[in-house]
């Protein structure tokens, strides 16, 4: 069975630093993997998915992510934020042997300004 | 283009009431997909609908159940009703044939048990 762990359920940076949101991931399969971002009082909408071309993914609003197997990670990162990314973000697998896609807990990201 | 549409945006229930919940998926896709998000623990698969045959469901109880019509709108329903079923219920739609789950979500139905 596939599976996604996020690390932290909260993340609060400054305006302007660098945002990491880690994704850890198990499959017996080679995965695809996502990363959705849910605005306050929205359903959630696609930032980037990995589909097993590039290992470096980049998404809208200037984030990107990096598949790693030897880690099993996808972590997300922007390298500047801005309070517009004040939201909750999920990373997600894709399971078609079992037909549904996992999503882990979600990460609610906050920026200082 | 219209996306993924739900309603009722909001409701309030009672124990032991039934609900329905009702999605339009995006025109052309055929894939529905029903997901529970209750409050600090994340989106749990509910169940998946393609071409009007129910494919997967999670581990929910069968008062848990729904329905795709021909037109691939789709419909859950939710009976006699707990104080736990309160959460945001979120469905989203998928092209035909697609291979990599990209979903396409609507805003949900936030559902209120008292």
Redesign the interface.
Known sequence: AQSVTQLGSHVSVSEGALVLLRCNYSSSVPPYLFWYVQYPNQGLQLLLKYTSAATLVKGINGFEAEFKKSETSFHLTKPSAHMSDAAEYFCAVSDFSASKIIFGSGTRLSIRP | EAG?TQSPTHLIKTRGQQVTLRCSPISGHTSV?W?QQAL????Q?LL?YDEGEE??R?NFPPRFSGRQFPNYSSELNVNALELEDSALY?C?STLPGT??????????SRLTVL
């Open positions: 993924v997909y997901y600090g623990l994340g989106l698969f998946w494919r997967n999670g979120l989203a291979d990599t789950g990209e979903l396409f979500f609507g805003e949900g």
